[in-house]
C-alpha cells in the first residue's frame, strides 16, 4: 500500500474516481460470515451467496480466503472491492514475511487489515463498503481468536463466536444458543453451518445449502497445524445431517444438534 500511495495512489481501492450517481450504486454484495473459536483453533465459514439489490447475482461465490499459514478473512460487503482488498492484503503479508523474515503477529495483522478498510472509507459513504471478519491462530497465545470490523476501520476482538453481514443478527442468536466453551473440532463446523441456515431461513440474502446444485458453505479451521478448508465432501456431509435432522424436527430444539 504504501509504494501504491507514492506511485500510483488512483490504483488504490479507496481512491478510485467514481461516475457521478443519484444514488447508491448496484454491485454484487457478499452476505454472511461466521466464526467460532474451539479450544485449539477457530473456525471461519461464509455461505455462497452475492446479492445486488433483489436479485441473486451469484449462487457459488466464494467469501472466505487464507490470509497466510495461519490466518483467513472472511468478506462482506461490495464484492469486488472486498476480494481485491483480500489480494492486497495477501500480497503486504507475503511481503513483510519477506523482508522481516518472520510472520507478522495476529494482532499486527489485524491492525493492518484496519488500516486497508480505512482507507476504504470513501467509497463506504457511496453506498460500497467492505466489512470483513478477520480470524486466525494465535501461536504466541496458542489460542484461535476472532476480529471484527466496522466501515471505518474499527476494529474489536470478539470472544467465542462472531458474525457479520445481513444475515448477522439471525446467525449470532442461533450461535448463542449453541456455542460453549469446550466445543471439539467437529461441533464447531457443524455449530457455524448451523448459523448460516439460521441465517438463511430468515435472511433472503443469505444463500444455505443447495442441495440440488451441489454447493455447500466454504467452512475453513485454523489450529496450530496452519489453515485448512473442508473439501466439499465434508461441507456437504454436515449440511445434510443438519437438513435431516431439520426434517424430523422442522419446529424442534435446535440445541439438540449438538
Known amino acids: 500500500m504504501d509504494f501504491l500511495s507514492e506511485h500510483q495512489p488512483e490504483l488504490l481501492p ?29 473456525v471461519l465459514a461464509g455461505d455462497r451467496r452475492a446479492t445486488m439489490g433483489n436479485v441473486i447475482a451469484q ?17 462482506a460487503g461490495t464484492a469486488g472491492l472486498a ?13 513483510f514475511e519477506k523482508v522481516e523474515g518472520t510472520q507478522l503477529s495476529l494482532e499486527g495483522k489485524a491492525n493492518r487489515l484496519s488500516t486497508m478498510i480505512r482507507s476504504n472509507l470513501g467509497m463506504a459513504m457511496q453506498g460500497l463498503a467492505v466489512v470483513p471478519l478477520f480470524a486466525g491462530y494465535d501461536v504466541d497465545r496458542d489460542k484461535g481468536r476472532i476480529f471484527s470490523y466496522d466501515v471505518t476501520g474499527g ?13 448477522s443478527i439471525f446467525a449470532r442468536g442461533a450461535m ?25 431461513d430468515d435472511d433472503s440474502a443469505t444463500g444455505g445449502p ?9 467452512v475453513t479451521v ?18 445434510r445431517s443438519i437438513l435431516e435432522r431439520r426434517l424430523e424436527q422442522p ?8
Open 222 to 239: 485454523i489450529t496450530e497445524d496452519g489453515f485448512r478448508r473442508l473439501t466439499d465432501e465434508e461441507s456437504s456431509e454436515i449440511a
Open 176 to 200: 448463542k444458543k449453541l456455542f460453549r466453551g469446550d466445543l471439539s473440532e467437529q461441533e464447531a463446523t457443524t455449530l457455524v453451518v448451523q448459523a448460516l441456515y439460521d441465517a438463511a
Open 251 to 258: 419446529d424442534g430444539p435446535r440445541a439438540a444438534l449438538l
Open 14 to 42: 479507496g481512491n478510485r474516481q467514481l461516475p457521478p450517481t443519484q444514488g447508491v450504486i448496484e454491485a454484487p454484495h457478499g452476505t454472511t460470515i461466521v466464526a467460532v473459536t474451539f479450544p485449539g483453533g477457530v
Open 155 to 167: 476494529r474489536s476482538e470478539e470472544h467465542g463466536f462472531a458474525a457479520t453481514g445481513s444475515g
Open 59 to 75: 449462487r457459488d461465490i466464494e467469501k472466505v480466503f487464507p490470509a497466510d499459514e495461519y490466518s483467513a478473512v472472511g468478506i
Open 83 to 95: 476480494v481485491e482488498m483480500v489480494k492486497l492484503f495477501q500480497l503486504e503479508l507475503e511481503h
Open 210 to 218: 443447495d442441495v440440488a446444485r451441489r454447493i455447500y458453505p466454504i
